[in-house]
C-alpha cells in the first residue's frame, strides 16, 4: 500500500519562480526513498507542501491512501510525517527533553497514554491473572506509567525517550541542553522528536550533509533500523553514492518536474545523474599539466594557537605554486580553517611566516600598492632599473619628479617584488592579489550579506573605488549580471536579495565575486559543499580556468575522489601538522587516506 | 536617619517595588515570546489613565460608596483594560503588520504617555486625588504596631498582589507546558512553528497579557505610590523606562525580579529619606541605571546561555521567510 501519493501538485512562488510543477508519484511503506535532484529542482519545496510548511496552488496529497488537507506542522503530526530540516529547529537553552515535549497538544498527550496503556495494559492484566493483588508494586508502577504519558512530566518524557533510543541504536542524553550537542546530536534529538510524536513517515532533507562519514554510517543504520520497525524512510539528497547505499527507491525530480524513479538496485550513478540533469554528463574532471609554475607563496613553520589553548595548526610548512592547485585533505577541524584564515591575515599565527613572490619581475611599479617614499626607499637598495635595464636610484630625487617617472613606467622591478604578510592587514593582503573564497558551514556568515541584493553584495568588494564622495553601480552591477550568466545562478534578478536564494546559488555568487577580481592566490574552501553535481563541475571547471592563467589555487575539498581528480599535488593535513605533500597521479587514494589519519596514531 | 525614618523607608520601599514587579514581570512574559515591546511605559501611563477612569467612575456611579471590593475591582479592570489595548496595539503593528519592534514600542510610549496626560488632564485634579485616596483608605491592611507590621503587613492589596502575580509567572514560565511553548517562541519562533505551536497566537496574548500586567504597575503608581498626584516626566524617568532595564537585570526571571525590584524601589526611595541638594538627588537618581549597566557588565563577562536574553527577541517572524 502507498504511503503518501502526490497527485498534480504544483506550488509558485511570486509569479516567476515555479518550485513544483504538476508533480505526481507515490511512497511505498515500509521503504527507504531518496529524492534526488538537483539544487532548485524542487525536493525540499515539496517535502514542505508534504508537511504542511508550504500550502500547494493545486493538487491533491494522499496519506495511506485517504486525501488530506495538511496546513501546518502540526496536521503533519497528526498524519504521522515528520520532517528533519536542513536547519535544525531547535531551541539551544532547551534540554533535549524540553525540544522532545515542545508544542504536543492535550490530544497528543491522550495518544501517548493510549500508547502505553496498549503496552502496559496486558502486563497488568498478566499480573493480575498471575495471582498479583491489585496494589502490588509493580502493578501500580505500570498504572503510574500509563497515568504519566498522558500529563506533561519532564521525568516521564525523559525516560520514554531513553526507551526510544534504546529501540532505534540511538545515543542522547535526555537531559543535556542542545547547545552543548554536536551538530550529530542535534541531528539524532530532531529524529528522536520526530519518533517520540509517533511518527511513521520519516523526511531528512540533506541529513548527511553535515555529518562526518563515521556520523553518516550510524545515521544509516538507524535508518536500517526504522525500516525494520515498519516504518517510510524518505532523504532529500544530491549525493550519489549515499542514495545507492541506503535507499531502495530513488525518485527523481528535474527543474521542479518529476523525472522518473527507479529501484535502486537496477541502477547506477551514470544512469541517476543523466535523470537528474536530463542530459548527458561526462563525470570526468580534466586536469592540464601545469605550465610556468613558479614559487608563489611560502608557509614557513606557522602554529596557530585557539583562543581555548588547543593547537589548531602545529609548524606547518609548504609551498604554492602558481599555475596549478594544490589539493588540501584532512579530516574536518585539522586545522583547514585556520590554515587559509593566516594566509588571508585574519587570524594570528606565531613561530615562521608567510612570504608573497609578487610577481613582478620587469614590471613597471605603480602607486597603487606603493608610496613615493616606500619606492624612494626601496630603490635605494637596488629594487629597480631604468628602461635601459640599468640600475636605478632614486633616493635622492624629488618626489614630484619621482612621481612623474611612476606615471611614465620609467622605474621598473628587477625581479619579484618579496612581501612578508605576517605584519600585513587583511585588506593590504587582499589588495595584493590574495583572495580566499571561504565557505564555512553557515554559507552567509562569512563573505555574503543575506539581506542585500547581489549587486551590493558585490560592492563589498569595490566600494573603496569610487571617487569622491559617490560610489558608482555600474560596475558591481555589470560584474553581477556576468557572474550571473556565466554561472547559471538561479534568481529572478541582480536585485533579489542574496539571502533568499538557494544554497548553491549562494556559493556561486561568492566564488564568482573573488575569482572575477583575477586573484594571483585563489583559496576556496568547501566551494562545492551542498552543490548538485552540475554545479560542482561549474566551480572545478572556474578552478581550473584559474589554474590555467597562473593563479595559485589552494583548494580544501571534502570528496578524496575529487582532491585526487583536480590537484596537482595533495597536502594531506593530520591534527593540525601537515602529514605529507603527495602527487595524486602517483599515489592511491588509500594512501592518503592513511595519511590523513597518520597524526592520530602517532599521539597514540 | 532615625530608626521611625528608616522603618518608614523600607516600607515605601516596598510599595515603590510593587510598581517596578509589575511593569517588569509584564515586560518578562513579553519578552519571552519574542516580543521587545519598548511602549511598557506609555503602557503603564495607559493603565493609570485606566485605573483613575475607573475609580472615577465607580465613585460617582456610586455616590462614593466606599465598598472595598469595587474601589479595588473597578481601577483594577480598567487599567488592565487599557493596558492590553497598548499591548493589542503593540502586536497589530509587529505580528500583523510586522513592524520593527523597536520602532513601535518607542512611538507607543510616546503615544501612551501622549494620550494618558491629555484624558488626564482632562479630569479634575480633585477627583484623581479622591480617586487615590479612596484607593488608599480601603486597601490598606492596617496590622503594624511594631516594625515588622509597619514594613511586611501594612502594604496595600496592590502590592501583595504584584508578588503574587510574579511568582505565578515564574512558575507558568518554567515549570508548565505552556510556558514551555512560551519560551520557544521566544527562542527560535522558527522551531516552534515546525513543532505545531502558533506562534502569532502565542505573541499576541503574551504581549497583551504582559501589558495588561503592566497597567497594572501604571495605576499602582499614580492611585497607590502617588496617592492621585499626576507628573508624566518624573514617572517615566523612574518606573517606566526602569522596568525594561530591571528585565535585563533580572534576566529575563520574574522570580529573580521581585528582589530586584526592592533594590529598585529602594534606590528609588532613598533620596527622599536623606537630606540632600537637589545634584545630589539626581546622582541618586543614577542609581538604578549603574546597576543595570554593572549587571550587563557582569552576565555578559559569564556569558552564560541561561541568563541571556531570548534568542529570538525582537525579531518578527514570517513563515515562508529564509
Known amino acids: 500500500m502507498d504511503a503518501i501519493r502526490f497527485e498534480n501538485i504544483t506550488k509558485t512562488f511570486g509569479k516567476k519562480v515555479v518550485a513544483s510543477n504538476n508533480v505526481s508519484f507515490s511512497i511505498e511503506k515500509g521503504k527507504i526513498y ?26 491533491k496529497i494522499y496519506v495511506n491512501g485517504e486525501e488530506v488537507e495538511i496546513n501546518s506542522p502540526k496536521d503533519a ?31 497528543d498527550y491522550k495518544q501517548f497514554a493510549k500508547d502505553q496503556e496498549d503496552i502496559n495494559g496486558p502486563l497488568i492484566q498478566n499480573l493480575l491473572d498471575q495471582g498479583a493483588s491489585k496494589n502490588d508494586k509493580e502493578v501500580k508502577r505500570l498504572r503510574k506509567e500509563i497515568k504519566d504519558a498522558g500529563r506533561f512530566n519532564i521525568k516521564s518524557a525523559a525516560r520514554r525517550i531513553t526507551a526510544i533510543c534504546d529501540k532505534y541504536g540511538f545515543q542522547i542524553d535526555p537531559y543535556q541542553k542542545v547547545y552543548d550537542m554536536s551538530v550529530s546530536q542535534k541531528q539524532t534529538l530532531e529524529i528522536v522528536k520526530s519518533l517520540y510524536r509517533g511518527t511513521d513517515i520519516l523526511i531528512l532533507d540533506e541529513p548527511t550533509a553535515v555529518l562526518t562519514p563515521q556520523e553518516t554510517k550510524q545515521l544509516f543504520n538507524v535508518l536500517r533500523n526504522m525500516r525494520a520497525n515498519g516504518k517510510t524512510v524518505i532523504i532529500i539528497t544530491h549525493k550519489l553514492n549515499e542514495v545507492m547505499e541506503i535507499s531502495d527507491k530513488v525518485v527523481v525530480l528535474r527543474k521542479g518536474e518529476y523525472a522518473g524513479e527507479v529501484e535502486t538496485k537496477n541502477t547506477n550513478e551514470k544512469e541517476l545523474t543523466n535523470l537528474m540533469v536530463g542530459r548527458k554528463v561526462d563525470l570526468q574532471i580534466k586536469r592540464s599539466t601545469p605550465k610556468n609554475v613558479e614559487n608563489r607563496l611560502f608557509i614557513n613553520n606557522i602554529s596557530v594557537t585557539n583562543i ?11 609551498v604554492l605554486r602558481s599555475g596549478e592547485i594544490l589539493g588540501v585533505a584532512g579530516i574536518s577541524g585539522s586545522g583547514q580553517k585556520e590554515l587559509l584564515e593566516a594566509i588571508a591575515g585574519l587570524r594570528r599565527y606565531h613561530g615562521g611566516d608567510i612570504i608573497f613572490h609578487n610577481p613582478k619581475k620587469e614590471k613597471p611599479v605603480t602607486l597603487f600598492h606603493h608610496s613615493i617614499a616606500k619606492i624612494k626607499r626601496m630603490s635605494k637598495e637596488g629594487f629597480f632599473h631604468d628602461k635601459n635595464g640599468n640600475k636605478l636610484d632614486v633616493s635622492n630625487t624629488p618626489n614630484k619628479i619621482v612621481e612623474e617617472m611612476v606615471k611614465n613606467e620609467e622605474i621598473i622591478f628587477y625581479d619579484d617584488e618579496i612581501i612578508d604578510l605576517k605584519d600585513k592587514k587583511p585588506i593590504e593582503i587582499r589588495n595584493l592579489g590574495i583572495k580566499l573564497s571561504f565557505v564555512p558551514e553557515d554559507r552567509l556568515g562569512m563573505g555574503l550579506v543575506g539581506s542585500m541584493d547581489i549587486v551590493d553584495n558585490m560592492m563589498l568588494r569595490s566600494y573603496r573605488k569610487g571617487k569622491g564622495l559617490f560610489f558608482s553601480r555600474e560596475k558591481p552591477q555589470q560584474l553581477a549580471e556576468e557572474i550571473v550568466d556565466e554561472l ?73 575522489d575529487v582532491l585526487m581528480a583536480l590537484s596537482d599535488r595533495i597536502l594531506v593535513l593530520s591534527q593540525g601538522k601537515v602529514a605529507g605533500i603527495v602527487d595524486p597521479r602517483q599515489v592511491s587514494k588509500e594512501d592518503v587516506g592513511l595519511l590523513m589519519t597518520k597524526g592520530g596514531h602517532n599521539n597514540d | 536617619m532615625t530608626w521611625t525614618l528608616f522603618v518608614a523607608f523600607l516600607a515605601k520601599t516596598i510599595k515603590a517595588a ?30 493609570a ?110 502590592t501583595y498582589f504584584a508578588i503574587v502575580v510574579a511568582i505565578a509567572a515564574s512558575l507558568i514560565i518554567s515549570r508548565t507546558k505552556l510556558g514551555l511553548n512560551l519560551r520557544a517562541c521566544g527562542e527560535n519562533p522558527a522551531a516552534a512553528d515546525a513543532a505545531g505551536i502558533n506562534v502569532d497566537r502565542y505573541r499576541y496574548l503574551a504581549t497583551i497579557i504582559g501589558a495588561a500586567i503592566a497597567g497594572l504597575g501604571g495605576m499602582a503608581l499614580e492611585l497607590d505610590l502617588l496617592k492621585g498626584f499626576y507628573n508624566a516626566k518624573d514617572a517615566v524617568d523612574s518606573f517606566g523606562w526602569l522596568c525594561l532595564s530591571l528585565v535585563i537585570f533580572s534576566m529575563w526571571k520574574p522570580s529573580i525580579c521581585i528582589g530586584a525590584s526592592f533594590i529598585f524601589g529602594a534606590a528609588q526611595q532613598l533620596k527622599y529619606y536623606l537630606e540632600l541638594s537637589s545634584a545630589q538627588q539626581q546622582i541618586f537618581s543614577l542609581l538604578p541605571y549603574v546597576l543595570t549597566i554593572l549587571v550587563l557588565i557582569i552576565t555578559s563577562v559569564f556569558n552564560h546561555k541561561n541568563t541571556q536574553a531570548p534568542a529570538g527577541l525582537g525579531v518578527t517572524y514570517f513563515r515562508e521567510d529564509r
Open chain 2, 49 to 158: 489613565l485606566g485605573g483613575i477612569l475607573g475609580e472615577n467612575i465607580w465613585l460617582t456611579a456610586s455616590g462614593n460608596n466606599l465598598n472595598p471590593f469595587m474601589i479595588l475591582f473597578m481601577p483594577i479592570i480598567f487599567a488592565m483594560l487599557f493596558a492590553a489595548l497598548g499591548g493589542l496595539l503593540f502586536s497589530f503593528f509587529t505580528v500583523t503588520l510586522r513592524c520593527n519592534h523597536n520602532v513601535t514600542g518607542l512611538t507607543l510610549t510616546t503615544f501612551g504617555v501622549g494620550l494618558s496626560s491629555y484624558f488626564i488632564g482632562l479630569i479634575k485634579n480633585d477627583s484623581i486625588s479622591k480617586a487615590g485616596l479612596a484607593m488608599q483608605s480601603m486597601v490598606k491592611f492596617d496590622w503594624g504596631d511594631n516594625w515588622f507590621g509597619s514594613i511586611f503587613l501594612s502594604q496595600s492589596f496592590l
Open chain 2, 18 to 47: 510593587s510598581i517596578y514587579i509589575f511593569g517588569s514581570t509584564g515586560e518578562i512574559v513579553t519578552e519571552k515570546s519574542g516580543h521587545l515591546n519598548m511602549g511598557i511605559p506609555g503602557i503603564m501611563f495607559m493603565g
Open chain 1, 77 to 107: 503530526y497528526k498524519y504521522r510525517i515528520g520532517m528533519i530540516h536542513q536547519h535544525f529547529k531547535l531551541v539551544n537553552v532547551f534540554t533535549a527533553t524540553e525540544n522532545v515535549l515542545l508544542g504536543l497538544t492535550r490530544s
Open chain 1, 34 to 59: 531518496s529524492l534526488l535532484g538537483e539544487n532548485g529542482s524542487g525536493k525540499t519545496s515539496l517535502m514542505n507542501v508534504l508537511v504542511g510548511i508550504y500550502k500547494q496552488d493545486s493538487g
Open chain 1, 308 to 318: 581555548d589553548g588547543t593547537v589548531a595548526l602545529d609548524n606547518a610548512s609548504f
Open chain 1, 488 to 560: 547559471e545562478v538561479v534568481t529572478p534578478n541582480i536585485h533579489t536579495k542574496v539571502g533568499k536564494l538557494s544554497g548553491g546559488n549562494i556559493q556561486k555568487i561568492l566564488v564568482g565575486r573573488e575569482i572575477s577580481s583575477s586573484p594571483k592566490v585563489f583559496m576556496a574552501a568547501y566551494p562545492v559543499r551542498g552543490l548538485d553535481i552540475n554545479s560542482s563541475y561549474l566551480i572545478y571547471d572556474l578552478l581550473n580556468q584559474q589554474k590555467e592563467r597562473g593563479t595559485a589555487v589552494l583548494f580544501v575539498g571534502e570528496d578524496l
